[in-house]
């Protein structure tokens, strides 16, 4: 899996959880220690891609 993939899975696992606050879900992974490739991911991955993967889970997941 990419960083792309990795940090997607992750929040969307995260996002159910919270059923569906984008606030509680951006929260919580600034705060928790998912997992090494998450945390690689997150390092890694540009915001504008990190805030576009969030936007495409809440749309997702709100249909």
């Not at 996002?15 to 490739?37: A, C, K, P, Q």
């Not at 540009?46 to 709100?62: A, C, F, G, M, Y």
Request: hydrophobic share 30%; net charge positive; charged share 30%.
């Amino acid at each position: 899996m990419n960083y792309e993939e990795i940090y997607r899975h992750e929040c969307q696992i995260v996002y159910r959880r919270f059923n569906g606050s984008l606030e509680s879900v951006g929260n919580y992974l600034g705060r928790h220690y998912i997992s090494t490739d998450f945390h690689n991911a997150k390092r890694e991955l540009p915001n504008q891609v990190k805030n576009k993967i969030l936007r495409d889970i809440s749309l997702e997941i709100s249909r």
